[in-house]
């Protein structure tokens, strides 16, 4: 045992849902250390969600958590070498990696679409992600299908 266990952050809740998981999102989202403007927009996000769902009987917080949940990887691939080559060795990843892989996927993701505002397209991307289509769910289907490319590759994590 060499290495030291890393301390689990706390999170503290956020003023409006009360949740530390949206705390710990919003962190993600945040640039420049603007935490203000990064609430705006995942509460504007969370109000479009509303007027996006029509039959749904779940919360905008619900639809956002299921859609985290729809594009959480469970395994990656990372390089190892050896012999003299490198090959791509599928880890599985710890509950907390896979949250935080999911933010930051839901995220990226949702910069880079074509609405208007930020908030417009988190908001398209987290209604994506829930109905389990969109930018996110195909890179995270693109991970797994690499991960089993490579499983072959499996008795080298180590």
């Known amino acids: 045992m060499r290495k030291i ?23 993600h989202l945040m640039k ?3 935490k203000n403007i990064a609430y705006n927009i995942f509460y504007n996000a969370m109000k479009k969600i509303e007027i996006i769902k029509e039959k749904e009987d779940k919360s905008a917080l619900e639809i956002w958590k299921e859609g985290l949940k ?5 395994v990656e691939v990372k ?3 050896i012999g003299g080559s490198n090959i791509q060795v599928p ?17 990226s993701c949702a910069s880079i ?16 992600a829930f109905q389990e289509q969109g930018e996110a769910v195909k890179k995270k289907e693109n991970i797994h299908k690499m991960a089993e490319a490579n499983k072959a590759f499996s008795h080298f994590r180590f």
């Open 32 to 34: 420049n250390g603007k």
């Open 113 to 128: 679409r074509n609405e208007k505002t930020m908030a417009n397209k988190l908001a398209h991307e987290i209604w994506d």
């Open 70 to 74: 729809n594009i959480m990887p469970h």
């Open 79 to 81: 390089n190892r070498r």
């Open 5 to 27: 266990k890393k301390k689990e952050k706390t999170y503290f809740p956020d003023p409006k849902f009360h949740d530390p998981l949206v705390t710990r999102f919003v962190n």
């Open 91 to 107: 880890i599985p990843i710890s509950p907390n990696n896979k949250i935080t892989k999911a933010m930051k996927l839901l995220i």
